[in-house]
């Protein structure tokens, strides 16, 4: 975006992330979208930083269906030239998504802080900014649910931790050096039992192409242990690289 003044100036920097950011709370006007039918799908409307609100159409008692987002200013992290981490220009997040399971026909956000909202919350690591967990939550926090996410040091998405603690419900994905998943490995679905985890692993051909994918157990998180039970291969056309035959096989 070229920003500038009333006078033609270009703003500083400093001016310049002070209008970007009161341009990004500027809702832009309502968008509505219609079905093939005929009868409008939803109304949506939008800042710079994305969507703030989607209200469906209103069902039998009257009642819109809504959809309401919330964003932040998040600061990654960069290593300055003396190797301590500082702050970087903040960038937008969104950190919540309220929707109502119920809600009066006059006001579509009534549930608001009630049993009845339905709030997902998200939270981000402080240096890159990569989703590290996503909350579903009732409006008065009667009841939630967490999801937490772990990364290695690529930034590639490693462990995906599901909300139920009474067991083990943590998946996990191995990469290759081009960041490509190898190995994607579930649970343990017995704790301490002999069951072994179900894994598929992906096998990449010179040109990058997934032209195998193994379905299988794994014992260990890394996918060590790998037992193949059934798989698909993929075949390419030699000359023009598009894909000719598909194989699906139990061994
Ligand atoms: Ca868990």
Redesign the pocket.
Known sequence: MSLRLANGAKPTGAMTRMLLSALSDQIKPNVRYWGGSGHFTKDVRRCLRGVVTETEPADQNGVRPQRRYYYNQLYPHVMSSNGSLISSSPVWRLIKISECLSATSSNSASCVGTSQERVTTFAYDDRNLYLTSETVAAGDNSISATTTYSYDYAGDLTIV?????DV???KYTTYDIFHRPVFQIGPDPDGSGSLPRLAVKHVYDGDGREYLTQSGTATGVDGSGFSVTSFTRRTFDATTGLLIKTEVVQP
Do not use: I, K, V
């Open positions: 931790d599901g909300p139920r603690t083990d419900d943590r």
